[in-house]
């Protein structure tokens, strides 16, 4: 299983980026996809996560500003992020689980800066 992570960049405080995943191979039905942050100098951390039915969690510093979804039909997942603070700076991670087993992406950086 591969996850291929894009859509970050340098935003402004209060702006908004959308993150997406789309992961290929050997996917299974039943799965969990979502995001972690890893922020400088701090320990990577569960942003939110989706699973194949829609259930839906979030960290509860991002709950109301950001909106995680999916489209099963194409394995990919999304993250939309808005009124975006400068502590929400940090490396995003999506993976994918399944059956016990994690697969990440390779990271897209966010800058929340001015």
């Known amino acids: 299983v591969q996850l291929q992570a894009c859509g970050g960049g340098l935003v402004q405080p209060g702006g908004s980026l959308r993150l997406s995943c789309a992961a290929s191979?050997?996917?299974?039905?039943?799965?969990?996809m979502g995001w972690y942050c890893q922020a400088p100098g701090k320990q990577r951390e569960l942003v939110a996560y989706i699973t194949n039915g829609g259930i839906t969690n979030y960290e509860n510093s991002v709950r109301g500003r950001f909106t995680i979804s999916r489209d099963n039909t194409k394995n990919t997942v999304y993250l939309q992020m808005s009124r975006l603070r400068p502590e929400d700076t940090g490396v995003y991670y999506c993976?994918?689980?399944?059956?016990?087993?994690?697969?990440w992406g390779q990271g897209t950086l966010v800058t929340v800066s001015s």
């Open positions: 191979g050997n996917i299974f039905s039943f799965n969990v």
């Open positions: 993976y994918l689980q399944q059956r016990g087993t994690y697969y």
